[in-house]
């Protein structure tokens, strides 16, 4: 499995909070990405990072910033929660060009549970 | 835009059964795709992909698909499942250099012992 850490695993936090959930990859990647997935969508992009301070939305990135200040950081935060933002959180990584660049491996998720 | 469309939702087989879920994607150009599998409470590993070449693409645990441009398809086979292969299976398509990777909504497969 490719060296992804995400934390925290389980949160629960109330309507209004802003909420930081974090990834860490050890593989020196260029590109990492925030996912969300819920019931009968599948998994959709919230933002990715093609480098340090490169940052690019994705299809649902509303309510959301992101911020990757070292290579192997990659922060999402939700700027002011919602129940809409219930969800399962996925960060993945892919290299930097060719089939490295196309494939990429996902962490272990964040549930994240909004009153 | 590209999307992806995986037919079943759910599928429940008895072990031992042959297996095939497909996967259609809308994408007029050259695609790289990718079957990834979730158990349960775990995340998504990939099982198998295709860039190009042979269009039947041999993954981990016995898995395969078969890449038909013609039909736009990727389909995942396995000719006789097991129990431990109850997960949900999410076909995911990137189309084009600077295309992002789109996920079908997954099929949750139920294998009966």
């Known amino acids: 499995d490719a060296g992804i850490t995400q934390s925290p695993r389980h949160k629960v936090t109330e309507t209004g909070t802003p909420v930081t959930l974090r990834c860490h990859q050890t593989e020196n990647h260029r590109y990492m990405y925030w996912y969300r997935q819920d019931p009968g969508h599948g998994l959709r992009l919230i933002h990715y990072?093609?480098?340090?301070?490169?940052?690019d939305k994705g299809e649902v990135s509303d309510g959301y910033s992101v911020s990757r200040s070292k290579t192997e950081d990659f922060l999402l935060t939700l700027e002011s929660a919602t129940s809409s933002q219930t969800s399962v959180y996925f960060c993945?990584?892919?290299?930097?060009?060719?089939?490295?660049?196309?494939?990429?491996?996902f962490g272990p998720g964040t549930r994240l549970l909004v009153l | 835009a590209q999307s992806v469309s995986q037919h079943n939702h759910h599928v429940i087989l008895s072990e031992a059964a042959s297996l095939e879920l497909g996967c259609n994607y809308s994408?007029?150009?050259?695609?790289?795709l990718f079957w990834y599998v979730q158990y349960p409470g775990q995340h998504l590993q990939l099982l198998l992909k295709?860039?190009?070449?042979?269009?039947l693409v041999k993954g981990i645990k016995g898995f395969e698909a078969e890449f038909i441009k013609s039909k736009f398809s990727f389909n995942l086979r396995k000719p006789s499942v097991q129990w431990s292969d109850t997960a949900e299976y999410f076909c995911a398509v990137k189309g084009g250099s600077q295309g992002n990777l789109i996920f079908g909504k997954g099929t949750k497969l139920s294998v009966k012992p």
């Open positions: 295709y860039f190009s070449g042979d269009p």
């Open positions: 993945a990584i892919s290299g930097d060009s060719g089939a490295a660049l196309e494939t990429q491996y």
């Open positions: 994408y007029g150009g050259t695609v790289n």
């Open positions: 990072s093609y480098g340090v301070k490169d940052t």
